[in-house]
């Protein structure tokens, strides 16, 4: 694969996990700032970014990566599903950019 298109299909799906990630926060809303209270369905836009990179540093570890974004010890913060979800949305990005 060229490198253009390589990193073309690079940014389509950071930016597909990085929707994934932003609906999943707010739909699970952790902070009771999303769809508890009816706010801007972007309301999450910025932990999503950070849940993004910090998936990448972790290799995908959810539960680990979720407690840098929003700390050490809000797990009671969090939805059952909620590093379920996390990790799908990872697991089908990291299947969209994995080497043909």
């Known amino acids: 694969m060229a490198q253009s298109a390589r990193q073309k ?7 597909k996990l990085h929707a994934s990630l932003s609906a999943i926060l707010y739909e699970e809303d952790p902070l009771g700032a999303g769809s508890s209270v009816g706010s801007p369905s972007d309301e999450y836009d910025h932990e999503a970014a950070r849940l993004a990179a910090s998936l990448r540093q972790t290799n995908g570890d959810a ?13 009671a913060l969090w939805t059952e599903q909620l590093p379920a979800r ?7 990005f990291s299947e ?5």
Do not use: C
């Open 96 to 100: 969209k950019i994995a080497p043909s």
């Open 63 to 75: 539960r680990t990566a979720l407690n840098r974004v929003f700390g050490e010890g809000d797990e």
């Open 9 to 15: 299909l690079l940014w389509q799906a950071y930016e």
């Open 86 to 92: 996390v990790s799908e949305a990872w697991r089908a």
